[in-house]
């Protein structure tokens, strides 16, 4: 069993930033990949931004130029750094875990809100 832990979820003013953070623990024998998610309400879960264990990065492009994802494969921890926040990032993030034995894991959620 894979924990995964998120914060730094919260509510700020469009323009302003914030920074999420997971860590991964428990039974892990290998972490593939680690990434960011969310979900507004009605919409599907997209993803926000990936990061694979060799440190091959990939973003959203509603995202690219904004956010950045980066981690420590020694913790098992990856963060998600939001600069110029629109109201359109709204969302829940979800950390997404791809532990190379078990499969996915996810994180509890975290609520972003960025008001206009």
């Known amino acids: 069993q894979v924990h995964v832990v998120e914060s730094g979820g919260g509510l700020v003013q469009a323009g302003g930033s914030l920074r999420l953070s997971c860590a991964a623990s428990g039974r892990i024998f290998s972490i593939n990949a680690m990434g960011w998610y969310r979900q507004a309400p009605g919409k599907q879960r997209e993803l926000v931004a990936g990061l694979t264990s060799s440190g091959r990065t990939n973003y959203a492009d509603s995202v690219k130029g904004r956010f950045t994802i980066s981690g420590d494969n020694a913790k098992n921890t990856v963060n998600l750094q939001m600069n110029s926040l629109k109201p359109e990032d709204t969302a829940v993030y979800y950390c997404?875990?791809?532990?190379?034995?078990?499969?996915?894991?996810w994180g509890q959620g975290t609520q972003v809100t960025v008001s206009s």
């Open positions: 997404n875990v791809r532990e190379a034995l078990q499969g996915d894991y």
